[in-house]
């Protein structure tokens, strides 16, 4: 069961920018925390940027200042604006969050598919 659906991804121009959209399905109540971790070819995944409860974002120093992470609690979805973007951002992006999948439930972590970004001219 997909639970994550995660979209958004392609082929962008250096300096060019991209949104990244990740939905929750109806199998999820509520997202509570989300991350962006990306994964280039040969690389260990990384994490790029995340999200609390609150809205407190953080990011890897890489790519403060171009991407910007939010959320949509009414819709269920977070978000990855990715701004002037560089080659070396090329990789597979993948959501990951903690969620609620009933009002009065536990919190689960749950990942979404990932998604090719890639950055060339």
């Known amino acids: 069961q997909v639970q994550l659906v995660v979209s958004g991804g392609g082929l962008v121009q250096p300096g060019g920018s991209l949104r990244l959209s990740c939905a929750a399905s109806?199998?999820?109540?509520?997202?509570?925390?989300a991350d962006w971790y990306r994964q280039a070819p040969g690389k260990q995944r990384e994490l790029v940027a995340a999200?609390?409860?609150?809205?407190?974002?953080n990011y890897a120093d890489s790519v403060k200042g171009r991407f910007t992470i939010s959320r949509d609690n009414g819709k269920n979805t977070v978000y990855l604006q990715m701004n002037s973007l560089k080659p070396e951002d090329t990789a597979v992006y993948y959501c990951?969050?903690?969620?609620?999948?009933?009002?009065?439930?536990?919190?689960?972590?749950?990942w979404g598919q990932g998604t090719q970004v890639t950055v060339s001219s």
């Open positions: 990951h969050t903690w969620a609620y999948s009933d009002p009065t439930g536990p919190l689960h972590g749950y």
């Open positions: 109806r199998s999820i109540f509520s997202i509570d925390a």
């Open positions: 999200i609390t409860g609150g809205s407190s974002t």
